[in-house]
C-alpha cells in the first residue's frame, strides 16, 4: 500500500470513528426530543434556538462527515457543537478525573479533536467530494 493510499484509508477511518459515534448521540436526540437542551441553553443566558443547533451538530455534520461530503464543513460544525457541550454540560468536569483516572472530559475532547483533524485534513479520496 502506497503512502496517498494509506493516507486516504486513515482518513476513512477518522471519518467513519468520529461520524458514527456523533450521530449515535443525534438519534439519542432525535429520539428523546430537545427539550432539556433548550432548557439548558436558555438557562446558560443563549436563546433556545440555539438547542436546535445539537441538531446540526449530531445529525447533519456527522453525516456530512461519513459520506465525505463537504467534510471539513462538517467537521467545523462538530467541533463548535463539542465547544458547546463543554461548556454547558461538562464545565464542571474540566479538572476533574473520573473514577478510572482517566480525565473526566476525555471523550468530548477526543471527539473536539478528531472533529478539528478531519477539518483540517479533509476526507481524502473516499469520499463523495474531496473538500
Not at 21 to 34: N, P
Not at 42 to 65: H, M, R, S
Not at 73 to 93: K, P, S
Amino acid at each position: 500500500m502506497n503512502s496517498s493510499t494509506q493516507q486516504d484509508t486513515g482518513k476513512l477511518i477518522l471519518r467513519i470513528a468520529l461520524g458514527t459515534l456523533i450521530f449515535l448521540h443525534g438519534i439519542t436526540k432525535l429520539e428523546g426530543g430537545l427539550d432539556g437542551i433548550i432548557q439548558m441553553v436558555e438557562t446558560q443566558g443563549f436563546p433556545g434556538i440555539f438547542g436546535y443547533g445539537v441538531l446540526i451538530g449530531e445529525v447533519l455534520a456527522p453525516l456530512l462527515v461519513l459520506t465525505g461530503f463537504f467534510a471539513r464543513i462538517g467537521g467545523v460544525l462538530i467541533a463548535i457543537n463539542m465547544l458547546f457541550a463543554l461548556y454547558l454540560v461538562h464545565q464542571g468536569d474540566i479538572g476533574r478525573l473520573n473514577e478510572t483516572g482517566g480525565w473526566a472530559i476525555e471523550l468530548q475532547v477526543m471527539f473536539l479533536a478528531t472533529a478539528v483533524a478531519v477539518a483540517l485534513l479533509g476526507p481524502g479520496k473516499y469520499a463523495f467530494n474531496q473538500r
